[in-house]
């Protein structure tokens, strides 16, 4: 096995569901009662915005009622403690990474804590409701603010950077992840492409955990701190 130097860690859903957030690719693809569909795309935007801001306001006031759990803890530890290169890459667009002390973190499905202004294209920050059309702050405009989200049918943030920090990468470890949303998916293909070794820790084997060198079932509460332990030894 190489010497690791560079760490690349893709975070989702099943980190943040033991801190009481809703994972919203459920067996009904329901999220907090809505179908996917109609709050998570652009087209839902379109047609019905006061549902949509009024869905999004809802999961950001959630935030403040939910707290990181040991996995964030522990990546947090890791980030601050590893010497050698690491970006934390996550799906989620709640800031409990973030909150536990990351740094060097990158969010590629967006930040439910940020507004994107439609009229100039400034991204902010934004922890209160975006419903009822307020003004941009930088531009002034009213009634143009979005969730800065990544949506079904958009493009994720940053993937130049994840693709060099995958092609760089000596350890790619994937966590709480179900395995199913592309690009995401395949990232372990382009470390594996590229020599990494990869580690996969989920609550149970996701559809692409053949393609990982190690798979590791279990809560990731239990299972990530037991991990980066390892890695800090
Ligand atoms: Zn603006």
Redesign the pocket.
Known sequence: MREIHNIVILTGAGISAESGLAIFRGPEGLWEGHRVEDVATPEAFARDPVLVQRFYDARRENLKRVEPNAAHAALARLDEAWPGGLLIVTQNVDDLHERAGAKRLLHMHGELNSAW?R??D?RMAWSGAMGGDPA?P??G?AG?LRPDIVWFGEMPYEMERIDAALMEADLFVSMGTSGNVYPAAGFVQTARYCSARTLEINLEPSIGSYLFDESRTGRAGELVPAWVEEVLK
Do not use: K, S
């Open positions: 202004c009229a100039c400034m941009c930088g531009c405009v143009r």
